[in-house]
């Protein structure tokens, strides 16, 4: 018999620095979740991705137990990574900050189409560039396919 769902927890950890400090330990611990078992399978899965910043979905049922996915970096985080930046420009219309190239927006893009909700590369390479603009980093050159 299948366990039933009992909710959602969506949280953002960097990638094998799991610890019951806020915001994991309240958010599980609220749930009834073991936040220790959570931090031990969570850090060991996360490993090879130390100090990057993994979105998490935790599935918890009704038992206690609980099942969870970890997404790829949130394409912001990337963005920052790629134009070497701490972060994006307050005033994105007004100041640009950075540039990237469009063969960077396509190893982002590429990275990040499993977690997109798009089929082709050519709307992820859109929504890459748009989340780049949105931070002041503006695209040099023309984009590919046009």
Known sequence: ????????????????????????????????????????????RTQDKAGKVLPVVITYYSDK????????????????????LKSGSAEPNRKKIAEITWEQVQAIAQDKMVDLNCF???????????????MGITVKGEAPGK
């Not at 909710?7 to 958010?27: C, F, T």
């Not at 970890?70 to 912001?76: I, N, Q, R, S």
């Not at 992820?124 to 989340?131: E, H």
């Open 65 to 84: 137990s609980f099942d969870f996915v970890v997404k790829t970096p949130p394409v912001a985080i990337q963005l920052l990574e790629a134009s070497k």
């Open 1 to 44: 018999m299948a366990k039933e769902v009992a909710g959602l927890i969506k949280l953002q950890i960097k990638g094998g620095a799991a610890n019951p400090s806020p915001p994991v330990g309240p958010a599980l611990g609220s749930k009834g979740i073991n936040i220790m078992e959570f931090c031990k399978q969570f850090n060991a």
């Open 120 to 134: 082709t590369l050519e709307s992820a390479l859109t929504m890459v560039a748009g989340t780049a603009r949105s």
